[in-house]
């Protein structure tokens, strides 16, 4: 079993539409969390961080559930230029150990 | 505020030849990480510098891979020599404290 687990999609919805993603980790241990975006043939770039308590920045939630061992996304209103592949990020601060999701893709069709 | 800096940006080489990454992370940011990203898959940490000392590289391929940071500044990572399986991104990234930024990467071709 993978240690970071995200469905690879592609996930192809309509704009306007909530999406959401669900990211599994194996290692209880796991203390940050994060989700990534990156674009076609360009580099990750920070979305959000995920705390305990789950956090909102506008149109995109994060929410962690440890005691199930996941990490969830939600994108409500969705627009055209959210499409994009979306990284799972887990570190396991004792051990300084990062590992990335193999990422979900998202096509926002008009 | 310049971002991560990496060359080449693009590098193709033949099975057995040896190629090398230069990074220059984002000033101020003690923390560099190098990443190999195949097609299809999300970024594999292969070595975290802390300044100039090695944080982890459990999953550097030590047998052909090496890396420094010299200085506990700009890095370089080589392949020597390279097998065909190495075909892949390789990005740098730097943080200061969570957030990590990375560069646009080097992508490489072995033949």
């Known amino acids: 079993r993978k240690e970071v687990e995200q469905d690879p999609g592609p996930f192809n919805v309509p704009e306007g539409a909530t999406v959401a993603f669900n990211c599994t980790y194996s290692?209880?241990?796991?203390?940050?969390f994060f989700w990534y975006r990156q674009d076609c043939r360009k580099e990750p770039k920070l979305l959000m961080s995920v705390y305990s308590s789950g956090n909102e920045d506008g149109r995109f939630t994060a929410q962690l559930n440890r005691a199930s061992q996941y990490i969830s996304l939600l994108i409500r209103d969705s627009k055209l230029s959210d499409s994009a592949t979306y990284l799972c990020?887990?570190?396991?601060?004792?051990?300084?150990?990062?590992?990335f999701g193999s990422g979900t893709r998202l096509s926002i069709r008009p | 505020e310049a971002g991560v800096a990496q060359s080449p940006r693009y590098k193709i080489i033949e099975k057995r030849q040896s190629v090398a990454f230069w990074c220059n992370p984002i000033s101020g940011h003690a923390t560099l990480y190098w990443y190999q990203q195949i097609l299809g898959q999300g970024p594999k940490l292969l070595i975290q510098?802390?300044?100039?000392?090695?944080?982890?590289d459990s999953q550097l391929p030590k047998d052909r891979f090496s890396a420094e940071r010299l200085k506990g500044v700009d890095s370089t990572l080589k392949i020597q020599p390279a097998k065909l399986e190495d075909s892949a991104v390789y990005l740098c990234a730097s943080s200061l404290v969570e957030e990590q930024f990375f560069g646009p990467g080097t992508r490489l071709t072995v033949l």
């Open positions: 990020v887990v570190e396991y601060s004792s051990a300084s150990k990062i590992i």
């Open positions: 290692n209880s241990a796991s203390q940050s």
């Open positions: 510098f802390q300044n100039n000392g090695v944080v982890d």
